[in-house]
């Protein structure tokens, strides 16, 4: 009996990348048994586009919706709200696990697997290694496997010191198994998801993808595929600009809050998120970047309060903290 996947595509206002990722799914060499489409909200011609491949979707919220079509079978989720990428793998996860797919494979909308990538995944997948993940190297993107976190030296906080990883072309064989990932193409085992639960979805956006691994490798190794090939359709380019935003404010609260839960001693419970602080204060200072003050404050609070959720609105700029 072959095992069933379903794919979970969250999306937001990327209907031209979300088309082009339904034509990369439909060329897979293993096809699934259902491409599951969770919309946040959408405003833009999201709903349009899909007719146009060929999906007749109403836009109507709070409904699943299923069509199959020659095409394979469809499944659309229009949330009746914005709820992030953490609230929309929540979601999506969710769904796909409570109608027992075996496998689901989570990415964003701007993804594009190679046609071998779900194959691949599949064959590396198994009872002991429950998570397996794609690289994103290409020609145009350097991705790198995180095999190790430092949760336990408060005096180690910056994520570029905490994490330990490997770029491709160190990484020795097929396969190495990690400790981080993002929500951007890994295969999870439905009966781990059924184990630990479903993303947080409070964290709105940033660190979703890092905690749900974080409980994942509690249960299960996960491992980085070096031959199974995803490509990100958006580059990111670092800015010159140092000025923190809604963005920055979500990955410092997450941040902090990731570090009281799951410091494995009480210096980094209580001691990293304020040493962590205190440095970014102090870089403010020097580059007069008041408003960065303002954003890491309200976001080490939030922390400390525990006050999760959609608390700042996308494209907040420091200074309207």
Not at 234 to 255: E, H, L
């Given at each position: 009996m072959s095992e069933s996947i379903c794919i979970v595509i969250v999306t937001y206002n990327r209907c031209e990348y979300l088309i082009n990722l339904l034509d990369a799914l439909l060329n897979q060499s293993t096809q699934p048994e259902a491409i599951l489409i969770f919309d946040n909200f959408s405003s833009d011609n999201t709903i349009q586009k899909l007719r146009d491949f060929g999906l007749d979707f109403m836009n109507t919220v709070d409904v699943l919706q299923e069509r199959t079509t020659q095409k394979g079978r469809f499944l659309y989720y229009r949330n009746g709200f914005n709820s992030g990428g953490s609230g929309g793998f929540y979601s999506g996860i969710k769904l796909a696990s409570e109608m027992n797919f075996d496998y689901i494979w989570c990415m964003d909308d701007d993804v594009l697997p190679d046609k071998e990538c779900l194959e691949v995944l599949m064959e590396n997948v198994s009872e002991d290694n429950r998570i397996v993940i794609p690289t994103r190297t290409d020609d145009k993107y350097k991705d790198f496997a995180v095999t190790k976190v430092n949760m336990s030296n408060p005096f180690i906080y910056k994520i570029t010191s905490r994490k330990t990883w490997l770029y491709n072309e160190e990484i020795k064989g097929d396969v190495v198994e990690i400790v981080d990932m993002p929500f951007e193409g890994p295969l999870i085992?439905?009966?781990?998801?059924?184990?630990?639960?479903?993303?947080?979805?409070?964290?709105?956006?940033?660190?979703?993808?890092?905690?749900?691994?974080?409980?994942?490798?509690?249960?299960?190794?996960?491992?980085?595929?070096?031959?199974?090939?995803?490509?990100?359709?958006?580059?990111?380019?670092?800015?010159?600009?140092?000025?923190?935003?809604?963005?920055?404010?979500?990955?410092?609260?997450?941040?902090?809050?990731?570090?009281?839960?799951?410091?494995?001693?009480?210096?980094?419970?209580?001691?990293?998120?304020?040493?962590?602080?205190?440095?970014?204060?102090?870089?403010?200072?020097?580059?007069?970047?008041?408003?960065?003050?303002?954003?890491?404050?309200?976001?080490?609070?939030?922390?400390?309060?525990?006050?999760f959720g959609k608390l700042v609105e996308p494209g907040t700029k420091g200074e309207d903290f």
């Open positions: 085992a439905n009966s781990l998801v059924k184990e630990i639960g479903l993303p947080n979805k409070d964290l709105f956006i940033i660190f979703d993808d890092s905690e749900y691994a974080y409980r994942a490798s509690k249960k299960t190794k996960l491992l980085y595929c070096k031959r199974a090939v995803l490509h990100k359709q958006i580059i990111p380019v670092a800015s010159s600009d140092s000025t923190f935003n809604w963005k920055n404010y979500y990955g410092w609260r997450n941040q902090f809050w990731f570090d009281k839960k799951y410091g494995t001693n009480v210096f980094v419970k209580l001691l990293r998120p304020y040493l962590q602080s205190f440095d970014l204060y102090l870089r403010a200072i020097v580059k007069r970047k008041w408003s960065n003050i303002k954003v890491v404050h309200r976001a080490l609070h939030d922390a400390n309060k525990n006050l």
